[in-house]
């Protein structure tokens, strides 16, 4: 830091100036916005479950310390991360609004609120709607919700991953992997074991530190559909958009059944009777001379391919002792570029059309062929026939079980019911007036065209100074952490401003040792230095001209690397 305030004083001295660019504040990048946010108001509509996080919501939720169900592993996870309710200071919606965060970055949260009543979806539409903010992104981790089964055993204090549920939904992300979850348990009928069923080509969440509506639809035909920002994105039937499928085949390849030894599943088979002509020649070439072709009229025999280059001078340092004979570099002949070639002339090679290659028999259909084998199907002894998919069982309880590596997750105006249009109602009084807001506040954040930084060649002193030097520093250490020559080169002005600034710590020390004059062997070495500077610049200006573009492309990548 000393050394580039001590080179952005020397720029000053040489007619750049700057001030320290790291005392810029960063809040000069951000931007206002006049923006009308409205106040929050509890709403009227009822619902089995509705959750908007107001001054009781203690009385509903409570944190989960139980340890994770590891199955085995030598590893023992707790739920230790913590959980709060306040308003977002990420893009604020709606004044007074508050909601549930996730308060602690990768570690195992869990939460979860009984109803007040459970919920019977049996015969009835089924409606899980919620909003989710990631106020710092996303990397790794889940938000989704999980609907708990209505059981004797369902106690808060020991919630887990081990709890049995209903239904999961909503977002998850990890690396590559993006997609809103719609996982259902379902009860084989005649084991009593229940199976995860898996919504198949799960739509992509919203990445997003704005707020995103989730909601999901199940209807009593078994029609599902998945919401985001109130925007359907996935449709479809539980029997046939799900994995593994609701009901198993009626019919299953009998395990019993094997394969005879003699059977015969070849289509076709090389001709057994098929012989090699006589007259097939397999060492023939697959090229021959073109006997028949002649020299061009304008092909020049004696010309060289490449002539020694006329514009090359021996080096002025050039020691042919130490050296050897200097041989200048050699350039393509240009006699050679407007005629069909130069130098000896050969016939060229053509097809032969005797050639043939390696003589194989021909297939024909094989007469023992007795078509692909299968083992027969026999009744499948653990078939069933579920008719009705979206009965669901109880639910008694909702919950948070999640594992991130970014904190901050709010989760807001939670929505269990059995209206869809109740559930918009609520996405209207809340979700659609704060995410226009939000919208706005964040688009004023964004950089404006004109905010966009340039090329540090483009750059010029009086439209930023700070920025100018900034630039010229940072680009002259990059380039000369790979190669100092080409850095002084392209970057002249640091160099040239740190032999100003040399010259003035040399002036200075003269004059204060010296006493108030210096003497004139003072002078003098004051004036030699000065004229050494000079020849610097002078050297320096006529090298840029021959550095440029060596490191263009350096300065290009730099440029855009900059831009993202």
Same mark, same amino acid.
């Given at each position: 830091?000393?050394?580039?305030?001590?080179?952005?004083?020397?720029?000053?001295?040489?007619?750049?100036?700057?001030?320290?660019?790291? #005392?810029?504040?960063?809040?000069?990048?951000?931007?206002?916005?006049?923006?009308?946010?409205?106040?929050?108001?509890?709403?009227?509509? #009822?619902?089995?479950?509705?959750?908007?996080?107001?001054?009781?919501?203690?009385?509903?939720?409570?944190?989960?310390?139980? *340890?994770?169900?590891?199955?085995?592993?030598?590893?023992?996870?707790?739920?230790?991360?913590?959980?709060?309710?306040?308003?977002?200071? #990420?893009?604020?919606?709606?004044?007074?609004?508050?909601?549930?965060?996730?308060?602690?970055?990768?570690?195992?949260?869990?939460?979860?609120?009984?109803?007040?009543?459970?919920?019977?979806?049996?015969?009835?539409?089924?409606?899980?709607?919620?909003?989710?903010?990631?106020?710092?992104?996303?990397?790794?981790?889940?938000?989704?919700?999980?609907?708990?089964?209505?059981?004797?055993?369902?106690?808060?204090?020991?919630?887990?991953?081990?709890?049995?549920?209903?239904?999961?939904?909503?977002?998850? *992300?990890?690396?590559?992997?993006?997609?809103?979850?719609?996982?259902?348990?379902?009860?084989?009928?005649?084991?009593?074991?229940?199976?995860?069923?898996?919504?198949?080509?799960?739509?992509?969440?919203?990445?997003?530190?704005?707020?995103?509506?989730?909601?999901?639809?199940?209807?009593?035909?078994?029609?599902?559909?998945?919401?985001?920002?109130?925007?359907?994105?996935?449709?479809?039937?539980?029997?046939?958009?799900?994995?593994?499928?609701?009901?198993?085949?009626?019919?299953?390849?009998?395990?019993?059944?094997?394969?005879?030894?003699?059977?015969?599943?070849?289509?076709?088979?090389?001709?057994?009777?098929?012989?090699?002509?006589?007259?097939?020649?397999?060492?023939?070439?697959?090229?021959?001379?073109?006997?028949?072709?002649?020299?061009?009229?304008?092909?020049?025999?004696?010309?060289?391919?490449?002539?020694?280059?006329?514009?090359?001078?021996?080096?002025?340092?050039?020691?042919?002792?130490?050296?050897?004979?200097?041989?200048?570099?050699?350039?393509?002949?240009?006699?050679?570029?407007?005629?069909?070639?130069?130098?000896?002339?050969? #016939?060229?090679?053509?097809?032969?059309?005797?050639?043939?290659?390696?003589?194989?028999?021909?297939?024909?259909?094989?007469?023992?062929?007795?078509?692909?084998?299968?083992?027969?199907?026999?009744?499948?002894?653990?078939?069933?026939?579920?008719?009705?998919?979206?009965?669901?069982?109880?639910?008694?309880?909702?919950?948070?079980?999640?594992?991130?590596?970014?904190?901050?997750?709010?989760?807001?105006?939670?929505?269990?019911?059995?209206?869809?249009?109740?559930?918009?109602?609520?996405?209207?009084?809340?979700?659609?007036?704060?995410i226009a807001v939000e919208k706005a @506040?964040?688009?004023?954040?964004?950089?404006?065209?004109?905010?966009?930084?340039?090329?540090?060649?483009?750059?010029?002193?009086?439209?930023?100074?700070?920025?100018?030097?900034?630039?010229?520093?940072?680009?002259?250490?990059?380039i000369a952490a790979n190669d100092p020559?080409?850095?002084?080169?392209?970057?002249?002005?640091?160099?040239t401003a740190i032999g100003g600034l @040399?010259?003035?710590?040399?002036?200075?020390?003269?004059?204060?040792?010296?006493?108030?004059?210096?003497?004139?062997?003072?002078? *003098?070495?004051?004036?030699?230095?000065?004229?050494?500077?000079?020849?610097?610049?002078?050297?320096?200006?006529?090298?840029?001209?021959?550095?440029?573009?060596?490191?263009?492309?350096?300065?290009?990548?730099?440029?855009?690397?900059?831009?993202?």
């Amino acid at each position: 830091m000393k050394l580039n305030s001590a080179i952005a004083a020397a720029l000053l001295a040489t007619g750049v100036y700057a001030d320290d660019a790291s #005392k810029v504040d960063s809040t000069e990048s951000s931007s206002s916005v006049d923006v009308e946010i409205p106040t929050f108001t509890p709403t009227t509509i #009822k619902a089995p479950f509705l959750e908007q996080f107001t001054d009781d919501w203690e009385s509903r939720w409570k944190p989960s310390h139980a *340890k994770k169900d590891t199955k085995g592993q030598e590893e023992e996870w707790a739920y230790v991360g913590e959980w709060s309710v306040e308003e977002p200071y #990420k893009f604020k919606g709606i004044e007074g609004d508050k909601g549930l965060v996730v308060k602690n970055p990768a570690a195992h949260h869990a939460i979860s609120a009984k109803f007040p009543k459970k919920i019977d979806p049996k015969g009835k539409t089924l409606v899980v709607q919620y909003e989710v903010k990631l106020q710092k992104g996303l990397e790794c981790g889940g938000a989704y919700l999980k609907l708990l089964r209505d059981t004797k055993a369902l106690h808060q204090d020991e919630f887990s991953n081990a709890t049995p549920y209903v239904i999961m939904f909503g977002p998850d *992300k990890c690396g590559a992997t993006n997609k809103v979850h719609f996982i259902f348990n379902h009860k084989n009928p005649k084991t009593g074991e229940y199976e995860e069923k898996h919504m198949m080509a799960a739509p992509q969440a919203t990445i997003s530190k704005t707020s995103e509506l989730y909601t999901l639809i199940v209807q009593p035909n078994n029609t599902f559909t998945v919401k985001r920002g109130g925007e359907s994105v996935r449709d479809g039937s539980l029997f046939d958009q799900f994995s593994p499928a609701i009901n198993p085949e009626q019919e299953i390849d009998d395990p019993d059944d094997k394969k005879p030894e003699d059977w015969v599943d070849e289509s076709r088979i090389a001709d057994p009777e098929a012989k090699k002509p006589e007259d097939w020649d397999e060492d023939a070439p697959f090229e021959i001379v073109d006997e028949e072709a002649t020299i061009p009229e304008d092909w020049l025999e004696e010309e060289p391919l490449t002539v020694p280059d006329p514009e090359a001078q021996k080096p002025e340092d050039w020691d042919d002792e130490e050296d050897g004979d200097w041989v200048p570099p050699t350039v393509p002949n240009a006699k050679c570029a407007d005629v069909s070639g130069c130098g000896p002339w050969t #016939k060229p090679m053509k097809k032969n059309p005797e050639y043939k290659g390696k003589w194989t028999a021909p297939y024909i259909d094989n007469p023992a062929y007795k078509g692909v084998w299968a083992p027969r199907k026999i009744s499948n002894p653990d078939y069933f026939e579920d008719k009705h998919p979206a009965n669901f069982e109880p639910i008694g309880a909702i919950g948070f079980e999640l594992w991130t590596m970014q904190s901050d997750i709010l989760f807001d105006n939670i929505y269990i019911g059995h209206s869809v249009e109740e559930a918009e109602k609520l996405a209207n009084e809340t979700f659609f007036k704060k995410i226009a807001v939000e919208k706005a @506040l964040e688009d004023a954040e964004k950089p404006k065209a004109d905010d966009k930084p340039k090329s540090p060649s483009d750059l010029k002193f009086l439209e930023d100074p700070v920025l100018y030097v900034k630039e010229k520093l940072d680009l002259f250490t990059t380039i000369a952490a790979n190669d100092p020559i080409q850095a002084i080169k392209f970057v002249p002005e640091v160099p040239t401003a740190i032999g100003g600034l @040399l010259v003035t710590i040399v002036a200075l020390i003269g004059i204060f040792t010296m006493g108030g004059s210096a003497p004139a062997a003072a002078k *003098k070495a004051g004036t030699d230095a000065k004229e050494k500077v000079k020849e610097a610049k002078d050297k320096t200006a006529e090298a840029v001209a021959t550095g440029a573009e060596n490191v263009k492309s350096e300065v290009n990548k730099r440029a855009t690397r900059s831009q993202s």
